[in-house]
């Protein structure tokens, strides 16, 4: 090969590996938004009235035949769909938690074997369809908050990465009646925080570290 | 110039491009996130206490002498300074509202000309401290919901494009007692949501439409 063709050959390779890396950089920030940005979703409620069943016993051999819409995607399957994809771990901060659905979706991720961490606020523990004695009897650890002033939270992270909060208490009247929002994010500038107050929490309402009434 | 240095520019050149076009997309790839990235802030409550009267009245010939400490950032300061950023529009959707110093932010802002929207549940706006009547008083755009449920949300739209909202309603002892938390964000896919439901629930709420009490 001729000194000629051998600069040829090494301009047109030069032509060839610049349009290369530009066609891959293209590419990859093509591709790059869809895949990494993270979950962000809002509910707003009240929620259409829906069986849920189908979310809460998927397995089970009968199919539901109550009065009610069936296999509507509405806010509350939305909100209850978050909470059952949690594989691993699921931190619960709740000011009110008297809701069934939401009760009965905490119970099937214990009995999958998760591990689950509830915190509450005292004085509605012991109200008429508290599902705080239904959790604690279950083997859910549970911690409450005895502080004079409300933990008027009302959050969730999903696996340390999917935060569900809003205005939501998790009662009945909340999802059926109430105006009330809910975010589901997966923006680790926002979770972060919420998993490092909930360890806060829970820590500081480490029953082996206080008096708890009656003492 | 012979053939052979033609070639020779023309391949080095080529290198050149490629490589420049390479160096250029790098850069942009590295100054993009810092400028696009969405504003994403979490404060917790119960905010330590201190004194506003810097942020409430900035351009006041007196230096406020009140025992508290001043010039403290916490989380209540940097909530009323999201509030204050405000340069065209607020719209406001609060269950309760009785905290005086974000009374006095929503009055400061209605000064500057702002336009502003405010949405608030009925039950509370006759209670003790209130501040609705108070803006109302000043002119502020009000509009209650009569429904027999709660409208529940507490969230404010910030020229809308920055949203606020969380567990913590508009009252002293949610800022200075209660466990509380507030998202602000301007991530469009939780901003959008928000601002579209508050429209939908300041339409519903308009008077005009509707039988308000006494009628």
Known sequence: MSLLQTVKVLGL??????????????L????????????NE???FPSEPACMEHLLMPHAQYRCSCPLSHDVETSFSRLLRHLLSASNTLDLCVFSFSNMDLSRAVLTLHKRGLTIRVLTDQPFTK???SQIGVLRK???????????VHMHHKFAVVDGRRLITGSLNWTLQAVQSNK??????????LVRPFVQEFQKLWDSSDPAKHCVPPC
Chains 1, 2 share one sequence.
Request: hydrophobic fraction near 45%.
């Open 28 to 39: 990859q920030r093509r591709l790059r938004p869809a895949r990494a940005r993270p979950l």
């Open 42 to 44: 809002v509910l707003f």
């Open 180 to 189: 009330e929002n809910i975010l589901v994010t997966e923006e680790p500038d």
């Open 138 to 148: 279950a083997g859910i650890c549970v911690r409450v908050d005895y502080d004079a």
């Open 127 to 129: 109200m008429t369809g």
């Open 13 to 26: 390779g030069a032509i060839a590996l610049g349009l290369s890396g530009e066609l891959l950089g293209w």
